[in-house]
């Protein structure tokens, strides 16, 4: 997992490289079920901006 470190110096609109792995849940509820699929990050990059 990805801790508070990791993020230090990324903010909101920057472009960033993420890798890990899919994890694929399933939830019950009565007669339904559901599925989501997750990325659980275990490393976070942020990439160098080119200037116009």
């Given at each position: 997992m990805v801790g508070p470190r990791a993020l230090e110096g990324i903010?909101?609109?920057?472009?960033?490289l993420v890798h890990?792995?899919?994890?694929?849940?399933f939830y019950r509820?009565?007669?339904g079920a559901r599925s989501?699929?997750?990325?659980?990050?275990?490393?976070?990059?942020?990439?160098a901006t080119q200037e116009p």
């Open positions: 903010g909101k609109g920057d472009p960033v890990g792995h899919l994890v694929r849940r509820s009565g007669a989501l699929t997750e990325v659980v990050a275990t490393g976070i990059k942020k990439l």
